[in-house]
């Protein structure tokens, strides 16, 4: 390949890296409480605020490996923009790996190479197999993803509505959390006095 048909695939790249730095900076400052960092305890829900779609144990996992030892609560040890870009690549790479690996397994099952898959049979899986789906949230994905008239999807529609439906279903626990641990800092602080005396 010439360099000059790599160049447009390169300046994408180069977009799309600069169009994320953007959005993280843009997420990083609604967090960062007007300095120069954020706490561990907003990273789920900065994350989410950039589309991302980590669960609440994977958010604990991130934030772990940030915390400091020497910090009395978790959730208050500051991260630098730096190191919430770095964490917001890292989930933006596993995301994508997310999809393909379940774009294959339907293109595995999609003999005729279609694109489609029968909704009734895609349903009766999602619903009975695993961390099964409701009745309602499988109704209502298939009808975001549009059944046709044959009562087949497109499954590559299709994963884009899970995944937003699996940002959407992980960010409610975590907004009711976050609600909840408002109260928090003020607790923190009387038992940090009461340590130090």
Known sequence: MTEAAEAPEDFALVEESLDLLKKCRSVFQLFNR?????????????????????????????????????????????ISFDDFHRVVQENCERKDDIREMVLDSFKAMDLKASGLVDAAQLSS???????ALTQAEMKELLQEAGVNKDGKIDYSRFVEQLLQFEMAQTAAPAAKKETADEAKPKENKKAKGKKKK
């Not at 899986?125 to 961390?131: A, M, W």
């Open 34 to 78: 007007g300095s120069d960092s954020m706490l561990t305890r907003d990273l789920g829900s900065a994350l989410r605020a950039l589309g991302q779609i980590p669960s609440d144990q994977e958010v604990e996992m991130i934030a772990s490996k940030l915390e400091q030892d020497e910090i009395y609560d978790k959730g208050y040890t500051k």
């Open 125 to 131: 899986l999602l619903t009975g197999s695993g961390e």
